[in-house]
T-cell receptor, first 114, second 116 residues
Framework: AQSVTQLGSHVSVSEGALVLLRCNYS??????LFWYVQYPNQGLQLLLK??????LVKGINGFEAEFKKSETSFHLTKPSAHMSDAAEYFC????????????FGKGITLSVRP | NAGVMQNPRHLVRRRGQEARLRCSPM?????VYWYRQLPEEGLKFMVY????????ESGMPKERFSAEFPKEGPSILRIQQVVRGDSAAYFC??????????????FGPGTRLTVL
């Protein structure tokens, strides 16, 4: 079985500050890991994904995440927050193979203060 | 290339009625996934379909819910005799065939179901 833990439901940062959103996973097989962003009343957009290649993954909008197997973590970071980053962020895990259903964390709402 | 289409975007039903949610995957995509997002919760997997086949329905409630993905036309998620607890956002995602897809799923905008 697979699971994802996103501690806390809300993170608030100042514009220009570092963004750090935490994600820990549990998986009995090597996982594929994803970060998705959801803006109000919209669907999910893929930010980045880890698929067993490089452990440091760069995504869209200046986000990146590092896969750390020893810590079972896949934290999302961005050096400098922008107002447009305010949204809900979901970490998800799947496994390779024919059935790639995603198991999501509960999500973290990011607020950016001017 | 149009993205994943879902309709309707908003659906209001009274208790006991039926809800039919439609999903048209991206062109060339043959895998469809349905997820449900309840208030204050993340998305929960419901069902995974390929054309004319249900591959994994382990997340579907045992009663009242069904899904199909016919050879022609969109995928349909059907909820019979809706109850207030069915109020949620329902998202469809699609992915291309083949192992090189790296499991990336493309999400539609969702259907927000409200049961009165």
């Amino acid at each position: 079985a697979q699971s994802v833990t996103q501690l806390g439901s809300h993170v608030s940062v100042s514009e220009g500050a570092l963004v750090l959103l935490r994600c820990n996973y549990s998986s009995s097989v090597p996982p594929y890991l994803f970060w998705y962003v959801q803006y109000p009343n919209q669907g999910l957009q893929l930010l980045l994904k880890y698929t067993s290649a490089a452990t440091l993954v760069k995504g869209i909008n200046g986000f990146e995440a590092e896969f750390k197997k020893s810590e079972t973590s896949f934290h999302l970071t961005k050096p400098s927050a922008h107002m447009s980053d305010a949204a809900e962020y979901f970490c998800a895990v799947s496994r390779s193979g024919a059935n790639s259903k995603l198991t999501f964390g509960k999500g973290i709402t990011l607020s950016v203060r001017p | 290339n149009a993205g994943v289409m879902q309709n309707p975007r908003h659906l209001v039903r009274r208790r006991g009625q039926e809800a039919r949610l439609r999903c048209s995957p991206m062109k060339g995509h043959s895998h469809v996934y349905w997820y449900r997002q309840l208030p204050e919760e993340g998305l929960k997997f419901m069902v995974y379909l390929q054309k004319e086949n249900i591959i994994d329905e382990s997340g579907m409630p045992k009663e009242r819910f069904s899904a199909e993905f016919p050879k022609e036309g969109p995928s349909i998620l059907r909820i019979q005799q809706v109850v207030r607890g069915d109020s949620a956002a329902y998202f469809c995602a699609s992915s291309p065939p083949g192992v090189h897809s790296y499991n990336e799923q493309f999400f539609g905008p969702g259907t927000r179901l409200t049961v009165l």
